[in-house]
Nanobody, 126 residues
Framework: QVHIVESGGGLAQAGGSLKLSCVASGSTFSISAMGWYRQAPGKQRDLVAR??????????DSVKGRFTISRDSPENTNYSVSLQMDSLKPEDTARYYCRPDLYTGWWQHFGEKDFWGQGTQVTVSS
């Protein structure tokens, strides 16, 4: 199993910055990539950014050039990823979640289960 804990959310003004952290523990060897998602009230949960174990990154068009995902201390047993959010906009307001992509074999081993954290709230005021 993989346990996810997110932190770092809060209130920011438009144009400001916040940094989110995600720590995965447990069977972290099963992780092939880590993604940050967000969900605003009444909307679906969407991918914001993803980073592979090899360091390849991918961003939603809405956050390109403003958000940066990075992996912290890859030598550690725990799998830690940060999301630096700059030039924040009111439309970035949402609950942000972290979710690992697992190697296919391990995902199947864990019953094709997706591991989500509790999320962290980001609110951007205009």
């Amino acid at each position: 199993q993989v346990h996810i804990v997110e932190s770092g959310g809060g209130l920011a003004q438009a144009g400001g910055s916040l940094k989110l952290s995600c720590v995965a523990s447990g069977s972290t060897f099963s992780i092939s990539a880590m993604g940050w998602y967000r969900q605003a009230p009444g909307k679906q949960r969407d991918l914001v950014a993803r980073i592979s174990t090899g360091g390849v990154t991918d961003y939603a068009d809405s956050v390109k050039g403003r958000f940066t995902i990075s992996r912290d201390s890859p030598e550690n047993t725990n799998y830690s990823v940060s999301l630096q959010m700059d030039s924040l906009k009111p439309e970035d307001t949402a609950r942000y979640y972290c979710r690992p992509d697992l190697y296919t074999g391990w995902w199947q081993h864990f019953g094709e289960k997706d591991f989500w954290g509790q999320g962290t709230q980001v609110t951007v005021s205009s």
